[in-house]
């Protein structure tokens, strides 16, 4: 069973970083697309970043030069550190996994409020 647990959220000023972390377990995690999902009040979930098991990283325009997706396959952690943190950054931030079968699987969520 896959368990994905986030952390690093928070409140952050407009400009600010701020770095979240998912720590995952019962998967082969080197032979999994890892990836950072973002869903705001009123909003539909988006994709942040996606970082496949080969290398290949997605970002969302919102996210290219501003934010960087990285994984420790030797950890089984994956990282998403974001500078020039916006308000329209303000959202509940979602680890997904999809491993090698197809399977998608969620964490619970770390909040991000970015507010001066």
């Not at 098991?53 to 970002?59: E, F, M, T, V, W």
């Not at 509940?92 to 970015?114: A, E, F, L, P």
Request: with cysteine; charged share 15%; aromatic share 10%.
């Amino acid at each position: 069973q896959v368990q994905l647990v986030e952390s690093g959220g928070g409140l952050v000023q407009p400009g600010g970083s701020l770095r979240l972390s998912c720590a995952a377990s019962g998967s082969i995690f080197s032979m999994s697309a890892m990836g950072w999902y973002r869903q705001a009040p009123g909003k539909e979930r988006e994709l942040v970043a996606r970082l496949h098991s080969g290398g290949y990283i997605d970002y969302a325009d919102s996210a290219k030069g501003r934010f960087t997706i990285s994984r420790d396959n030797a950890e089984n952690m994956v990282y998403l550190q974001m500078n020039s943190l916006k308000f329209e950054d303000t959202a509940v931030y979602y680890c997904n996994m999809i491993d090698y079968n197809g399977k998608s699987s969620w964490g619970q969520g770390t909040q991000v409020t970015v507010s001066s």
